[in-house]
């Protein structure tokens, strides 16, 4: 028998989305569009020293850069963050996915002096500017994952498919049928890096077999949400996959020994969470504690008690 005893009491947190780095989407011209404005000339992406961006849904229309005095509409917004090196200076973009949101969070010098990151070096504010693209990520995508070998990255298509990409030359390894209509909504590796678990918009969750090659295997479909799953998190320990997303539910499964999973049979608990979509799940190191973030900004805290017998 698998019982589950949570316990939780709510915080006020923050939301980080999940990010990549990948080739120039099309919002990338808004950006420069505004910063041509910003400089008096026309830029290009040509004209940039260095350029990358992250992707992201924020919990709301300030696309993680509210500006003082602007009120902002409370609802889950899709958009990119664009750094620009222009002229010894890095512009930070806030673009929404519809490009109809353009935000200049903040401009600051590039420092010469500043120390560049060698291989494996700890990223620090100081060295950060300096560090260019590993690999480039083709399309535009709604989730992703890195491996914890730092070998090969996961990416979710808007069309359901699961891509997998060589991290270091952004070479895709393999890519799956599509799985999930209306696109892929979160991604996740357990700490293995044996399984993967991917989500859709249809609250559809797969878990997968992943191979050190890249090459993934389906092992089990996981129902029970009514709504896109924006949130997947594995137990430090690999025992219980968690995932949370538009019914404000959070939902646990445990996995087997060796990653033994029995599909829509396996031992399930469903706990009610917050009064808004859970976009984000994090277990602690111990794997004693769950996080769990809503769209509105808040976070509830889960503390998991697990019996097996």
């Known amino acids: 028998m698998f019982r589950r005893l949570v316990s939780f009491a ?11 780095r990948a080739q120039a989407p099309q919002a990338i011209e808004s950006a420069l569009a505004d910063l041509s404005q910003q400089v008096g000339r026309t830029v290009s992406l040509n004209d940039l020293a260095l350029w990358s961006y992250t992707q992201g849904t924020y919990p709301d229309a300030s696309l993680g850069c509210p500006q003082p005095g602007a009120a902002y509409a409370a609802v889950l917004t899709p958009g990119l963050q664009f750094l620009l090196t ?10 929404s996915a519809d ?7 903040s401009a600051a010098p590039v420092s010469d002096s500043s120390p560049a990151a060698a291989p494996g070096a700890r990223i620090t504010a100081e060295n950060a500017p300096l560090l260019g693209l590993v690999g480039n990520f083709g399309g535009l995508t709604g989730a992703s994952a890195l491996a914890p070998d730092g070998k090969t990255a996961v990416l979710g298509s808007p069309a ?8 270091q030359t952004g070479a895709v390894i393999s890519t799956t049928l599509p ?11 357990d700490t293995s890096g044996r399984l993967l678990a991917t989500a859709g918009a249809d609250g559809l969750i797969v878990v997968w077999d992943a191979a050190p090659d890249g090459g993934l295997r389906e092992r089990a479909r996981l129902g029970g949400a ?31 020994s060796g990653g033994a999973v029995t599909g829509v049979t396996m031992p399930q608990v469903a706990l009610p969470a917050q009064a808004a979509p859970v ?8 794997g004693t504690l769950l996080f769990s973030a809503g769209s509105d900004g808040s976070a509830a805290v889960w503390g998991v008690v697990v019996t097996v017998g």
């Open 10 to 20: 709510l915080l006020i947190g923050m939301v980080l989305p999940l990010a990549l």
């Open 86 to 95: 222009y002229e010894d200076t890095v512009y930070d973009y806030r673009v």
């Open 99 to 105: 490009r109809q949101i353009v935000i200049l969070c």
């Open 160 to 167: 359901g498919e699961v891509m997998v990409y060589n991290a």
């Open 179 to 189: 799985v999930h209509p209306g696109g892929v909504s979160a991604v996740a590796f």
């Open 226 to 256: 009514s709504g896109a799953a924006y949130a997947l998190a594995f137990s430090p320990d690999g025992g219980l996959l968690a995932a949370g997303g538009e019914d404000r539910t959070v939902r646990l499964w445990a996995v087997g």
């Open 279 to 286: 976009v984000k799940l994090v277990f602690s190191e111990d």
